[in-house]
């Protein structure tokens, strides 16, 4: 949101831009500024969805329809072709359909070729000998890596939202898959100058590296850096050739043990003892707690919720919004976790299925279920995301740690009023909202 001395909107996409540099306050061609940052939500709705599709081709799938729909809604945003508001809305709930299908087509592309996610711990220490650290989401990069390496010495580390790999059937099987180090993409710079070991970005989120492990990184997929080998294809050997020169990291234990890989089948086997335990009151409520995480204190805000949360509260989580509280210990209540790692961001697919099999366990609307999500946004998948749900008709999401820039007034307003958003405040009243609603 703005304050008056802001800008009201920023606009150089023609020539007719004000005064040649750019609309801020009206467009010359007539465009407001709540239309101009709806067409802005738009472009980061399916700049997010593209990141899925870009999986998901890596993995051979792909769909006109979504292709077909990404052609109208760049176009919607050219100069004098659409100025309804009302439109752009719809086209951004359409976005969200959308990247349903895209998440769909990429979970399914993931299980076809590794199995479905089990639970599974995964150590945060390190073994002696050579290493490379993967990070971003292109399991597709580190499977082949991980094939590349096998029988070499070389073990291979995943970080920050390469943590669900370690449930997948078709992944975990590589012994050399050793471990996770470090949590959330932004603690990158800290973590690669620390650990002598190759580095290997296959998506977003990398950062432009320190001098201090320049030589060692490399990127492939969609992910580039200044000045550093992106490899095309999936040959690494110049990447374990890098790990087996650094020397090695030695063997040193990790502060915690985390679990993930909990898939759409391993919760839903659990479905009769669930109602049960609501039934019976032992579960109260159920949190979706997760998202793209960000740096800075704001967002300790979703560590200090959970920790809150009564024991008699389930926590279900993805994404690397979940290293905000992954090492916590929530116990269990009769038998089910209290705190469960559905996996990466695009498996919000997982917790959409989970909340319409348990509307249907319970047979109510999802949004009578005792479910509230509770969610962090940093990049456009955290959009992409938000229309699914608001297209799902999911209503009363907590959104954190700060709204998104494009969201005026007049936008606010809307999700207001038509889907109930809400922005997070402090953890203690918030749950004390949901729990006494
Ligand atoms: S499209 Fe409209 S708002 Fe954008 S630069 Fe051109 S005149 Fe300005
Ligand atoms: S969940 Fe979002 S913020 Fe986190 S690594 Fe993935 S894309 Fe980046």
């Not at 998901?56 to 109208?72: C, T, V």
């Not at 003892?273 to 300790?300: M, R």
């Not at 089910?336 to 790692?341: A, E, K, Q």
């Amino acid at each position: 949101m703005t304050n008056n001395s802001e800008p009201k909107m920023f606009c150089y996409q023609c020539s007719q831009t004000a005064k040649g540099t750019g609309c801020t306050t009206q467009g010359v061609c007539g465009k407001t500024p709540t239309l101009d940052r709806l067409q802005d939500n738009l472009i980061f709705a399916t700049k997010g969805m593209t990141a899925y599709l870009t999986h998901a081709r890596e993995l051979g799938l792909s769909d006109s329809e979504i292709d077909a729909y990404l052609e109208r809604a760049f176009y919607s945003t050219f100069t004098n072709v659409n100025f309804d508001p009302e439109n752009f809305i719809e086209l951004a709930l359409e976005a969200g359909r959308m990247n349903l299908k895209a998440m769909k087509m990429l979970k399914k592309a993931h299980i076809d070729r590794y199995g479905e996610p089990e639970p599974t711990e995964v150590q945060t220490g390190t073994k002696k000998g050579p290493a490379i650290i993967v990070t971003g989401h292109g399991l597709k990069a580190l499977e082949e890596l991980l094939k590349q390496t096998e029988g070499t010495g070389v073990n291979v580390y995943t970080h920050s939202e390469m943590l669900p790999a370690h449930g997948y059937p078709g992944l975990k099987k590589y012994k050399h898959l050793a471990g996770n180090l470090g949590k959330a993409w932004f603690d990158q710079k800290q973590l690669f100058s620390k650990y002598r070991a190759a580095i290997l970005g296959t998506s977003n989120c990398v950062l432009i590296p320190k001098d201090e492990y320049k030589d060692r990184i490399f990127t492939t997929g969609a992910a580039r850096l200044p000045d550093v080998p992106h490899i095309e294809g999936y040959d690494y050997s110049q990447v374990v050739e890098k790990a087996k020169a650094l020397g090695g990291l030695e063997e040193t234990e990790g502060e915690t043990i985390l679990t993930t890989g909990f898939s759409t089948s391993v919760v839903l086997s659990l479905a009769d003892k669930i109602k049960e335990l609501v039934e019976t009151g032992k579960i109260k409520h159920f949190f979706l707690v997760g998202g793209c995480d960000s740096p800075g204190k704001k967002a300790g805000y979703y560590r200090e919720f959970v920790e809150k949360l009564p024991s008699d509260t389930v926590v279900l989580t993805l994404a690397c919004g979940k290293f905000r509280f992954n090492d916590l210990d929530l116990g269990s209540i009769d038998g089910i976790p209290r705190l469960i790692d559905l996996g990466q961001c695009n498996d919000a697919i997982v917790a959409i299925e989970i909340a319409l099999a348990l509307s249907e366990l319970f047979q109510v609307g999802v949004n009578d279920l005792p479910l509230t999500l509770v969610l962090s946004w940093m990049e456009q998948k955290a959009i992409a995301i938000l229309w699914t749900l608001l297209a799902l008709g999911v209503k009363s999401i907590y959104v954190g740690p700060t709204p998104p820039a494009w969201v005026n007034e007049d936008i606010l307003k809307v999700l207001q009023e038509r889907y109930d958003l809400r922005l997070i405040s402090n953890a203690e009243d918030d749950i004390a909202q949901i729990l006494n609603n």
